[in-house]
């Protein structure tokens, strides 16, 4: 028997976007209320990120867009699935 578990999340209980450093793992979250601009370089080793442009970039264009679509919330769910590790 597969036993998974599911949490739906409406798009205005997301309250914050977390950034970490893929070098040393540093984190900073950002509010969505807020005016975010995810940093070229990480704030603690100072590493540049344009290493990882298309992520960045990717992320940039994810924040923008939930940031629009939280206004019409009620149009959209985000569903989470964890499953057991085998």
Same mark, same amino acid.
């Given at each position: 028997?597969? #036993?998974? @578990?599911? !949490?739906? !999340?409406?798009?205005?209980? +997301?309250?914050?976007? #977390?950034? &970490?450093?893929?070098?040393? @793992? $540093? *984190? +900073?979250?950002?509010?969505?209320?807020?005016? +975010? #601009?995810? /940093?070229?370089?990480? /704030?603690?080793?100072?590493?540049? !990120?344009?290493?990882?442009?298309? *992520?960045? +970039?990717?992320?940039?264009?994810?924040?923008?867009?939930?940031?629009?679509? #939280? &206004?019409? *919330?009620?149009? !959209?769910?985000?569903? $989470? $699935?964890?499953? /057991?590790?085998?």
């Amino acid at each position: 028997m597969t #036993r998974e @578990h599911r !949490l739906v !999340l409406s798009l205005d209980e +997301i309250a914050a976007v #977390r950034w &970490q450093c893929p070098t040393c @793992h $540093v *984190a +900073i979250s950002y509010a969505l209320t807020e005016t +975010i #601009r995810l /940093p070229d370089q990480c /704030p603690s080793c100072h590493d540049p !990120l344009d290493t990882y442009a298309d *992520a960045t +970039i990717a992320a940039r264009t994810f924040v923008h867009a939930l940031k629009q679509v #939280r &206004q019409e *919330a009620s149009l !959209l769910r985000l569903e $989470v $699935v964890e499953t /057991p590790d085998a």
